[in-house]
């Protein structure tokens, strides 16, 4: 396993640079980690809380649909969608997404 560490070397050249008194520089390594087998005190094993990874992929089935929109909204969603660092179509669909089922909740009544 390779490793850095940063030595101070005085009259060295690194490269084609000389290097300077004072003048950080990194080496590599390769030094191997030894691995003991001794007992680890306050560890304690936890018990799988996170859902499968079927379960986090969020796919649905998309539709291509053609919409005109007023260049005010398109703007609007672009900047959220940067400001979140995604795609504004993502953000798009999600408020879509959000509303339908917001609207579907309120129309069929709870059992």
Request: charged share 25%; hydrophobic share 35%.
């Amino acid at each position: 396993m390779l490793a850095l560490r940063a030595k101070t070397d005085r009259g060295l050249f690194f490269g084609h640079a000389p290097v300077f008194p004072g003048f950080l520089f990194f080496r590599y390594v390769n030094k191997r980690i030894i691995y003991t087998d001794e007992p680890m005190d306050g560890v304690k094993p936890i018990p799988d809380f996170l859902p499968s990874p079927h379960a986090l992929v969020l796919r649905e089935d998309n539709v291509k649909v053609t919409l005109q929109s007023s260049r005010s909204s398109l703007e609007f969603f672009k900047g959220e969608a940067t400001a979140h660092n995604t795609h504004y179509q993502r953000v798009i669909r999600r408020r879509l997404d959000d509303y339908a089922t917001r609207r579907l909740r309120r129309v069929t009544p709870p059992s």
